[in-house]
C-alpha cells in the first residue's frame, strides 16, 4: 500500500465516494484542455529521436522513451502549472516502484518489511518525501484560490473544484481529506504511466513487425490531419488507429487480470462459491482463447474489430483490457486520447520497422513489459 491507496483499493461507500469526485476530471471536455500538454510532452520525444537519427535510419530502444513521455505527461496533466514539482515527486514514486517490485521479487519473509534495511529506510524516506511534495503543491493552490483565483485545468486543480462541489451539495462527510487526496494523485502516476507506456510500446512492436498496418496508418494519418496540428475532434475519427490500438490490447493487455471479491454465496454453472471468495479474471488467457475469437487468435489483425468489438467474438463479453462494471479504468478516454496523439505524431515523423537485435519477451512487472526493450529501426520520412 506504499505505492497508493486511491480509488483502485478503497471498497464501498469510501470507493463511491472518490470515484464521484474524481470521474469529472477525466471528463472528455476536460481532456480536451489537456492535448496541448500531450503535444509538448510527445514533442520532446520526438526532437530526441531525430537528434539521434539524424535524417538516417537508426536503431533505437524506444522503450525508455516512450516510458519517459507517459512520466512526463502524467507529471504535466496533474500537476501544470507546478509540473518541476510534480516531476521530482513522480520521479521517486517511479524509484519506490523499482524498490517495491524488487521486494516483490524477493523471497518472502513474515515481518520482513519493518526492520531497519537499507531499502527498506529509503522507501520510507520516499514515502514522506513524495507526500510533504505533494502537500505544499496542494496548500500552494489551496491559498491561491481562496485569494480569488480560479483553478487550473489539471487534474489536481479538477479534483480540489470537483471535492469542494460535492462538499457544496451538501454532502458534509462526502469531501476527500489532504490525505486522500494526495493518494489520488499517487494513484493516477501508478494507474497511468506504465499501463500506457505498455500499450504504446506493443503498438510500436507490432506496427514494426506488420508494417502494412503501419502504412495503413499512416495514410489515415496524412487523409485526416494533413498538416494540421492534431485536434481533439480528428483523433476521434481515427478508424485505423482506432483498431489497431483495440487489437494491441487484445494481445498483449497492459494489466494481465482482474481481480474480484464475491460478497454473498454465487452460483456459476455447477460451482458454488462462498461469500469471500476471492476470483480474478485472467486477460491474457480470455484475449487469447480460440473458442471466443477463432483460429487467427495469435494473429495480428485489427481488422477483426472492423465492426466494432462486439462483433470481433463469437461470445459477449469476452474483451476487458480496462476491465469492467462500475470499477472500469477510469482513465480509459486519457490513455487512449494519449496513445492516439502520439503515434500519429511518431508515424507522420518516422518510419520504423522491428530490429534483428529485437528479442521477443513480453513479461509481467505491475504492467505487460518486453523484458529486453523495444529495439526498432527507426528511418526519418
Ligand atoms: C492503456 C492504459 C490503461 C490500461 C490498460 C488500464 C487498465 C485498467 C484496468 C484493467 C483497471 C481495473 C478495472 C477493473 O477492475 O474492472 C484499471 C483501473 C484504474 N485505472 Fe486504469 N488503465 C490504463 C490507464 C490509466 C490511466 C491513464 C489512469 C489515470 C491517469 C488510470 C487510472 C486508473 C484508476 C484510478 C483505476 C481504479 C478505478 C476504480 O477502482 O474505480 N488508468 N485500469
Given at each position: 500500500m506504499l505505492l497508493a491507496r486511491g480509488l483502485a483499493n478503497v471498497e464501498g461507500d469510501q470507493w463511491v465516494k472518490h470515484r464521484k469526485i474524481i470521474n469529472p476530471a477525466f471528463h472528455v471536455e476536460k481532456l480536451k484542455h489537456m492535448l496541448p500538454a500531450f503535444h509538448i510532452s510527445c514533442s520532446e520525444m520526438i526532437r530526441k529521436w531525430e537528434g539521434i537519427t539524424k535524417g538516417r535510419s537508426c536503431e533505437v530502444d524506444v522503450y525508455p522513451y516512450l516510458q519517459t513521455m507517459t512520466s512526463d505527461i502524467i507529471s504535466r496533466t496533474a500537476f501544470g502549472s507546478s509540473y518541476e514539482e510534480g516531476r521530482k515527486i513522480f520521479e521517486l514514486q517511479c524509484e519506490l516502484q523499482k524498490l517495491i517490485v524488487q521486494v516483490l521479487q524477493s523471497m518472502y519473509i513474515p515481518g520482513?518489511?519493518?526492520?531497519?534495511?537499507k531499502r527498506n529506510r529509503r522507501m520510507m524516506e520516499i514515502d514522506q518525501e513524495v507526500k510533504s511534495s505533494i502537500k505544499k503543491i496542494i496548500n500552494k493552490r489551496l491559498t491561491t484560490k481562496e485569494n480569488g483565483e480560479s483553478s487550473k485545468g489539471d487534474l489536481l486543480g479538477i479534483l480540489l473544484d470537483s471535492n469542494d462541489k460535492v462538499k457544496l451539495q451538501g454532502?458534509?462527510?462526502?469531501g476527500l481529506s489532504i490525505d486522500e487526496v494526495i493518494e489520488e494523485c499517487k494513484l493516477f502516476y501508478i494507474g497511468g504511466q506504465e499501463t500506457t507506456a505498455s500499450l504504446l510500446v506493443w503498438t510500436m512492436i507490432l506496427l514494426g513487425q506488420h508494417t502494412n498496418w503501419q502504412d495503413r496508418a499512416r495514410d489515415e494519418v496524412s487523409k485526416v490531419f494533413g498538416d494540421r496540428k492534431p485536434d481533439i475532434d480528428g483523433l476521434s475519427h481515427l478508424k485505423i488507429i482506432n483498431i489497431i490500438l483495440l487489437e494491441v490490447l487484445r494481445l498483449y493487455?497492459?494489466?494481465?487480470a482482474l481481480e474480484r471479491i464475491i460478497h454473498e454465496e454465487t452460483k456459476i454453472g455447477d460451482l458454488i462459491l462462498p461469500s469471500g471468495s476471492q476470483l480474478m479474471l485472467h486477460l491474457m488467457m480470455l484475449h487469447h482463447d480460440a473458442n471466443i475469437w477463432?483460429?487467427?487468435?495469435?494473429?495480428?489483425?485489427?481488422?477483426?474489430?472492423a465492426e466494432g468489438v462486439s462483433k470481433a467474438?463469437?461470445?459477449?463479453?469476452?474483451?476487458y483490457p480496462f476491465g469492467?462494471?462500475?470499477?472500469?479504468?477510469?482513465g480509459q478516454a486519457f490513455a487512449i486520447l494519449q496513445a492516439k496523439l502520439a503515434l500519429v505524431m511518431i508515424l507522420s515523423r518516422f518510419s520504423f520497422k522491428l530490429s534483428p537485435s529485437y528479442s521477443h519477451a513480453p513479461h509481467i512487472i505491475l504492467s505487460l513489459q518486453p523484458q529486453f526493450g523495444a529495439q526498432l529501426i527507426l528511418s526519418e520520412l
Amino acid at each position: 500500500m506504499l505505492l497508493a491507496r486511491g480509488l483502485a483499493n478503497v471498497e464501498g461507500d469510501q470507493w463511491v465516494k472518490h470515484r464521484k469526485i474524481i470521474n469529472p476530471a477525466f471528463h472528455v471536455e476536460k481532456l480536451k484542455h489537456m492535448l496541448p500538454a500531450f503535444h509538448i510532452s510527445c514533442s520532446e520525444m520526438i526532437r530526441k529521436w531525430e537528434g539521434i537519427t539524424k535524417g538516417r535510419s537508426c536503431e533505437v530502444d524506444v522503450y525508455p522513451y516512450l516510458q519517459t513521455m507517459t512520466s512526463d505527461i502524467i507529471s504535466r496533466t496533474a500537476f501544470g502549472s507546478s509540473y518541476e514539482e510534480g516531476r521530482k515527486i513522480f520521479e521517486l514514486q517511479c524509484e519506490l516502484q523499482k524498490l517495491i517490485v524488487q521486494v516483490l521479487q524477493s523471497m518472502y519473509i513474515p515481518g520482513s518489511r519493518f526492520l531497519p534495511t537499507k531499502r527498506n529506510r529509503r522507501m520510507m524516506e520516499i514515502d514522506q518525501e513524495v507526500k510533504s511534495s505533494i502537500k505544499k503543491i496542494i496548500n500552494k493552490r489551496l491559498t491561491t484560490k481562496e485569494n480569488g483565483e480560479s483553478s487550473k485545468g489539471d487534474l489536481l486543480g479538477i479534483l480540489l473544484d470537483s471535492n469542494d462541489k460535492v462538499k457544496l451539495q451538501g454532502y458534509t462527510t462526502f469531501g476527500l481529506s489532504i490525505d486522500e487526496v494526495i493518494e489520488e494523485c499517487k494513484l493516477f502516476y501508478i494507474g497511468g504511466q506504465e499501463t500506457t507506456a505498455s500499450l504504446l510500446v506493443w503498438t510500436m512492436i507490432l506496427l514494426g513487425q506488420h508494417t502494412n498496418w503501419q502504412d495503413r496508418a499512416r495514410d489515415e494519418v496524412s487523409k485526416v490531419f494533413g498538416d494540421r496540428k492534431p485536434d481533439i475532434d480528428g483523433l476521434s475519427h481515427l478508424k485505423i488507429i482506432n483498431i489497431i490500438l483495440l487489437e494491441v490490447l487484445r494481445l498483449y493487455p497492459p494489466v494481465v487480470a482482474l481481480e474480484r471479491i464475491i460478497h454473498e454465496e454465487t452460483k456459476i454453472g455447477d460451482l458454488i462459491l462462498p461469500s469471500g471468495s476471492q476470483l480474478m479474471l485472467h486477460l491474457m488467457m480470455l484475449h487469447h482463447d480460440a473458442n471466443i475469437w477463432g483460429d487467427d487468435v495469435n494473429e495480428f489483425n485489427p481488422e477483426r474489430f472492423a465492426e466494432g468489438v462486439s462483433k470481433a467474438t463469437k461470445i459477449q463479453a469476452s474483451y476487458y483490457p480496462f476491465g469492467g462494471g462500475p470499477r472500469i479504468c477510469v482513465g480509459q478516454a486519457f490513455a487512449i486520447l494519449q496513445a492516439k496523439l502520439a503515434l500519429v505524431m511518431i508515424l507522420s515523423r518516422f518510419s520504423f520497422k522491428l530490429s534483428p537485435s529485437y528479442s521477443h519477451a513480453p513479461h509481467i512487472i505491475l504492467s505487460l513489459q518486453p523484458q529486453f526493450g523495444a529495439q526498432l529501426i527507426l528511418s526519418e520520412l
